[in-house]
Nanobody
Framework: QVRLVESGGDSVQVGGSLRLSCEVF????????MAWFRQAPGKQREGVAV???????TYADSVKDRFTISKAYAKDALYLQMNSLKPEDTAKYYC??????????????????????WGQGTQVTVSS
């Protein structure tokens, strides 16, 4: 069974940067298709970025050119570098793993149910 542990969430001002981390404990194969999702109060969980086992990535339009998803294969860790943060980026950010490898990553971005392993989340708050 895979366990995901996120860290790096914090409160920052508009324009600031944060780097989220997600460590994978357990079956390393679960880290092949991974993603970051976020959920703000009263809103549905939305995809932020997905990365496959070849390193291909896709991003939500709202974070393109500001966020970067990456993996450290030797450590089974996933990262999300977030720059130029905006108040609308405020949310709890979740790491997801073991995504359905039969789906394109562009579709995985819109399907949180396609991932079977989830972390507990880390809070990001951006204030003006």
């Amino acid at each position: 069974q895979v366990r995901l542990v996120e860290s790096g969430g914090d409160s920052v001002q508009v324009g600031g940067s944060l780097r989220l981390s997600c460590e994978v404990f357990g079956d390393s194969h679960s880290s092949w298709y991974m993603a970051w999702f976020r959920q703000a109060p009263g809103k549905q969980r939305e995809g932020v970025a997905v990365i496959d086992d070849d390193g291909m990535t896709t991003y939500a339009d709202s974070v393109k050119d500001r966020f970067t998803i990456s993996k450290a294969y030797a450590k089974d860790a996933l990262y999300l570098q977030m720059n130029s943060l905006k108040p609308e980026d405020t949310a709890k950010y979740y790491c997801a793993a073991d995504g359905d490898r039969g789906l394109r990553i562009s579709r995985l971005l819109r399907m949180p149910t396609a991932f079977t392993s989830w972390g507990q989340g880390t809070q990001v708050t951006v204030s003006s």
